[in-house]
């Protein structure tokens, strides 16, 4: 037994010592020698067998009957450390310490809550969506006058990615709601990249040209789909606002980007590198996501309740259960309901004014204002630059209203009034021969759309707040209709535009119109009360 203190009585000089332990321990306290957060920290400097003893102090101290296994087991430990000089043993504690530090928090993203991880890799993946969809509208000057184009065939190649984009909408959101909006947009971003790469190649190539263009439209058509299935089972309510904001405000991101890298790419390597380099950004970024797809998957299995959607099936899901899936989505009733057709009509009139200003300002500008290829690009930045901003003050206002009590149908109404009547008023007064000087225009233009992106509180949330379960498919329905005018839209404003050489008629009276009449459909017949459309007959 005096062996034992003398043994004891070393072991607890040379611990106190230690920086690695607190020194609050002393031989006199009645808490066990050695505690569970320190046995982690040893797993480093002792071999196996003092491990085991370790491991076996630590569950012995727990249970009193068992005191005569922790004397034993104690001076076992002691004698050990005791044989182990103190600069070694101080060394070998902050070397495994350090490393456990550097370990621990690499990558930098390792500890940030799981939800931001997802969302801002999605919100990633849309900027450079709308890098590929904006590369084409810089780059259309040059290659038009490369290969002859008129403002028809010109308008025709735009509106090539709208067709893909809109057959992909119900299939991306039901691919969604099987597999996960992980999975579906991974797969997105591959397709449209790897087909951006290609333009070049087939430029020469009409059919070939319009292929690709179609790819990627395919590719790009299914990520609102995914991404509003990744919201819709992890953000909650009073969240939702803000979540879609950041994520589908990557896309104004994307508008700025590719608008100010495209120019100077175009001047100093040729049109050809815009869509080589853009197409590597995605490759690159379906490469990275697959670090973080697990965290993307934790996610997503810890976000959902018993209560709430079931969880997407992999990739080995059989046909059979396919076509039952598809087979049980209500689609009578989501027709049969005034609120999905007041979203469809919606969409329909808010992408067209969106689309037909994406693909035809940097023209209009370089036109009608007599702008420089360079100068046109950095003019177009304003709306999409100045959208971010919008965004992210429609969100909180959103978020804050719906907090404090405000029905959330009328908030989306509210929000969604504001993105149409605002660029209806503006486009009216840029119509209009008001002898404004060229900067006027332009500010009247950027802010008009730039309140639009209040949608992105209004239409955008109100499928999530319906029915988080089929969020998805709604959505798809809804982007289906929506990317008709991608298609009819700008290739009509081409057309129009060879016919009467007015941009007031071409570009700015149909999404006027349009905006005004889904005004009216919205504060008429939208809705965001929870539907529960599967239990309707």
């Not at 182990?84 to 043993?89: G, I, K, M, W, Y």
């Not at 908030?411 to 486009?427: D, E, N, T, Y």
Request: net charge neutral.
């Amino acid at each position: 037994m005096a062996k034992f203190i003398s043994l004891r009585a070393a072991a607890d000089n040379n611990i106190n010592r230690s920086c690695f332990f607190p020194h609050t321990i002393t031989t006199t306290t009645p808490t066990p020698f050695l505690k569970k957060s320190s046995l982690q920290r040893f797993h480093f400097h002792f071999p196996p067998s003092n491990l085991v003893r370790l491991r076996t102090l630590s569950s012995t101290t727990q249970h009193q009957h068992q005191q005569h296994h922790v004397k034993d087991t104690h001076t076992a430990t002691t004698v050990s450390m005791s044989k182990l000089p103190l600069e070694q043993h101080q060394t070998h504690v902050s070397d495994s310490h350090n490393l456990s530090h550097d370990v621990g928090n690499w990558p930098p993203w390792k500890n940030f809550p799981q939800r931001y991880k997802l969302i801002a890799t999605t919100s990633l993946a849309f900027v450079i969506c709308n890098m590929d969809k904006v590369n084409l509208s810089v780059a259309i000057i040059p290659i038009s006058h490369q290969f002859g184009w008129n403002s028809s065939t010109a308008g025709l190649v735009q509106s090539s990615f709208f067709w893909g984009y809109a057959l992909s909408q119900l299939p991306g959101g039901w691919l969604a709601k099987i597999f996960g909006g992980s999975k579906v947009l991974q797969v997105g971003v591959l397709v449209w990249s790897v087909a951006t790469a290609f333009v070049p190649i087939l430029a020469g190539y009409m059919p070939g040209l319009l292929f690709s263009r179609i790819l990627v439209g395919i590719g790009e058509g299914v990520s609102p789909s995914a991404a509003t299935d990744l919201i819709a089972r992890t953000i909650p309510t009073e969240e939702r606002s803000r979540a879609v904001a950041f994520v589908f405000g990557g896309l104004s991101v994307g508008s700025v980007m590719g608008l100010l890298l495209a120019p100077p790419l175009i001047q100093n390597l040729g049109w050809e590198s815009v869509f080589y380099i853009f197409g590597f950004l995605g490759v690159a970024w379906f490469l990275g996501f697959q670090v973080v797809e697990g965290d993307a998957t934790q996610l997503t299995a810890e976000s959902l309740s018993p209560a709430q959607v079931t969880m997407p099936k992999s990739w080995k899901t059989s046909l059979n259960e396919m076509n039952g899936s598809l087979q049980d989505v209500p689609w009578k009733a989501f027709f049969q309901s005034r609120a999905v057709w007041a979203m469809i009509y919606a969409h329909f009139c808010g992408s067209w004014g969106h689309y037909t200003c994406l693909s035809w300002l940097p023209t209009f500008f370089s036109e009608e204002l007599n702008l420089n290829l360079t100068e046109a690009a950095w003019v177009s930045i304003l709306p999409p630059l100045a959208s971010i901003m919008v965004t992210s003050i429609a969100s909180q206002l959103a978020d804050n209203l719906i907090s404090r009590g405000v029905e959330t149908t009328k908030v989306r109404k509210i929000c969604q009034s504001i993105a149409f009547l605002s660029p209806a008023l503006c486009m009216t007064l840029s119509s209009l021969d008001l002898g404004l000087p060229h900067w006027e225009v332009v500010g009247i233009l950027t802010g008009g759309l730039a309140l639009s992106s209040f949608a992105l509180s209004g239409l955008y949330c109100t499928h999530q707040d319906m029915s988080p379960e089929y969020a998805s498919i709604l959505l798809g329905i809804t982007n289906t209709v929506g990317a008709i005018p991608g298609i009819v839209g700008v290739a009509l404003t081409g057309y129009l535009l060879d016919l009467t050489h007015s941009w007031s008629v071409s570009l700015f009276a149909p999404s006027i119109f349009l905006y005004l009449t889904g005004t009216v459909v919205w504060l008429v017949f939208a809705s965001s009360k929870p539907q529960s459309f599967s239990k309707r007959n």
